[in-house]
Nanobody, 115 residues
Framework: QVQLVESGGGLVQPGGSLRLSCAASGIAFNLYTMAWYRQAPGKQRELVAGISSSGTTNYADAVKGRFTIIRDNAENTVSLQMSSLNPEDTANYYC?????????WGQGTQVTVSS
């Protein structure tokens, strides 16, 4: 059974930092492209950052220079280090694993940026 379990969300003040983690099980983690998506109320789910099996990363323009995606193939985890957070980053953040036609999602973790 495939499981992606996110953690690390919460309430943070503008300008603050937060680190999200996703623990994967039931997949050959090192073969999967991993990514973080987010969905704000009333908006479509959007890609935040991705990292391929070879370690190539890509970021949404809105988070470039502020967010960093990191994978640990030994621990089967992918993390999202977020800094300089602003209220527009408020959303439910989802972990995603993809390999060819296989796509898996976590349940999401809420990030709220507010003073």
């Amino acid at each position: 059974q495939v499981q992606l379990v996110e953690s690390g969300g919460g309430l943070v003040q503008p300008g603050g930092s937060l680190r999200l983690s996703c623990a994967a099980s039931g997949i050959a983690f090192n073969l999967y492209t991993m990514a973080w998506y987010r969905q704000a109320p009333g908006k479509q789910r959007e890609l935040v950052a991705g990292i391929s099996s070879s370690g190539t990363t890509n970021y949404a323009d809105a988070v470039k220079g502020r967010f960093t995606i990191i994978r640990d193939n030994a621990e089967n985890t992918v993390s999202l280090q977020m800094s300089s957070l602003n209220p527009e980053d408020t959303a439910n953040y989802y972990c995603n694993a993809r390999r060819t036609f296989r796509v898996y999602w976590g349940q999401g973790t809420q990030v709220t940026v507010s003073s």
